[in-house]
């Protein structure tokens, strides 16, 4: 009876088809232009469209006529999560969102996995984490909101500078 050796000719074959079909199914086979990088100079960067253009229940006025130092998102372009920072101030504080004065929405890269808000006793992790920050005022007090560029907003009262201000990530 033949035994089994690892190193018979019919055996490195097979390993190596499987290898080359492993490989093959790791590929991409969707045909859009979708994520691909322009090579005529242009920027790849499109302005989302589902966005809304008003932070709900804010009126006009509170929204600042000009924007603050860094990449910041334009007044009347707020992403989502700055309306939901927005609801979540004014749930917190018993408050109408009306009252509360939205400042600046920054896109920022944060040191690490505590997203510039680290809690005593806690492990991070230890990489670069893309994200934002909001900035808000109710009654002239300051009122900080972080998030990664794919998570929803937290209230951050004793906030830490991010590693960079204007870093390109994704709004959330």
């Known amino acids: 009876m033949a035994r089994w050796h690892p ?8 390993l190596a088809a499987a290898l080359v079909l492993s490989v093959a199914a790791c590929g991409d086979d969707h045909t859009d ?7 005529d100079g242009t920027s790849a960067v499109t302005s989302p469209s589902t966005l ?12 600042p006529e000009s924007t603050v130092a ?7 372009e707020w992403p989502e999560s700055v309306g939901e920072a927005v609801a979540a ?10 009252d509360i004065e939205v400042v ?13 808000c680290p809690e005593p006793g806690r ?16 009654d002239g007090e300051t009122v900080w909101y972080h998030g990664s560029s ?8 004793d906030p830490e500078e991010p590693a960079d201000v204007g870093g390109g990530v994704a709004d959330a």
């Open 52 to 63: 809304p253009t008003t932070v709900p229940d804010t009126p006009a006025s509170s929204v």
């Open 33 to 39: 232009d979708e994520g691909a990088v322009p090579t």
């Open 150 to 157: 794919d998570g929803a907003p937290f209230r951050c009262d």
């Open 123 to 138: 492990s991070y992790t230890q990489a670069l984490v893309p994200g934002y920050r909001i900035e808000l005022t109710l």
């Open 104 to 116: 600046a929405h920054e896109r920022v890269t944060w040191r690490n996995g505590a997203l510039g």
């Open 7 to 14: 190193r018979a000719p019919h055996t490195r074959s097979l």
């Open 89 to 98: 101030l004014a749930a917190d504080t018993g408050r109408d969102a009306a």
């Open 70 to 76: 860094g990449d910041t998102t334009l007044p009347g």
